[in-house]
């Protein structure tokens, strides 16, 4: 599970910065790449398509793993997201992962309705749960947001994008992710050369795990997950441009090579 929280926010991280980058009228349709790394060598890429209008947003991409994953598990994936933007921050309207890996298909629809988890679907089943599984509560689906959404931030300026607690749902965690500032910086890729802000995003599982797993715990106690963020154009949003995972096996590191606008 804990792997595959990390797996489901890097697979965030990559759809998250293709925002439109003004607050045109206009919908604006965005496009762009983006590779996942382990070790420095590569595992997955990621072909992102993102629309903006008004305050609505829709994300879609299409994942696969590359060079090193493929050899160990060739997995294949879409995912698609869409929400609101509040002055608050996002809303997510719906949260659906489909993929198959190692030949075994997998389904992860999550559907919201004013800021609350309404319904959960996941296939396979999950395995009935022991005595040792921190059980979901009602009020724990109570202002929850998507993986995707979960990694946008909207502040007044860069300097208030860290020091914020995110309330995060995959369809099984409902998990605390807390930012916390460490740096400031600058980036260059193509479709966007500017100012960043780097914070630490420390994760606390409230519900939907079991006690005790030593992946888990290594995420909790551990890992240090960092995330840049770059502003997007004048819309208020802050999004993901790079980030780093560290995990049991070593760091994943996600980043972008391009985004750019399209028809």
């Known amino acids: 599970m804990a792997c595959s929280f990390s797996i489901r926010l890097a697979a965030a991280v990559m759809l998250l910065p293709l925002f439109a980058s003004s607050g045109a009228m206009a919908a ?6 983006y590779s996942v790394t382990y070790l420095g060598l590569p595992i997955a890429r990621a072909a992102i398509k993102s629309t903006y209008e008004k305050s609505n947003y829709s994300i879609s991409g299409a994942v696969t793993s590359a060079g090193l994953g493929r050899i160990f598990d060739d997995t294949k994936g879409t995912l698609r997201a869409t929400g609101k933007i509040m002055n608050e921050g996002p809303v997510s309207h719906s949260f659906r992962a489909e993929y198959v890996s190692a030949k075994k298909p997998s389904l992860v629809d999550i559907r919201f309705a004013n800021g609350t988890v309404v319904s959960t679907q996941v296939k396979p089943a999950p395995k009935k749960r022991g005595k040792d599984w ?3 509560q009602e009020a724990h689906l109570r202002a929850a947001i998507d993986p995707i959404a979960s990694t946008m931030v909207r502040a007044d300026s860069i300097d208030h994008v860290c020091g914020r607690t995110v309330k995060m749902y995959d369809g099984e965690i409902r998990a605390d992710l807390k930012l916390s500032r460490v740096s400031m910086g600058t980036v260059s890729v193509k479709g966007y050369k500017g100012p960043t802000v780097t914070c630490r995003m420390n994760f606390q599982p409230v519900s939907g ?5 030593k992946s888990l715990n290594y995420l909790k106690d551990r890992s240090r997950i960092m995330v840049t963020f770059a502003p997007v154009g004048q819309t208020g949003i802050y999004a993901p441009i790079r980030a780093t995972i560290g995990t049991q096996i070593g760091t994943i590191t996600i980043s972008a090579s391009r985004f750019e606008a399209s028809k």
């Open 28 to 33: 604006q349709n965005f496009s762009g790449d």
């Open 134 to 136: 921190v059980a979901l």
């Open 209 to 213: 795990y079991r006690k005790g797993k």
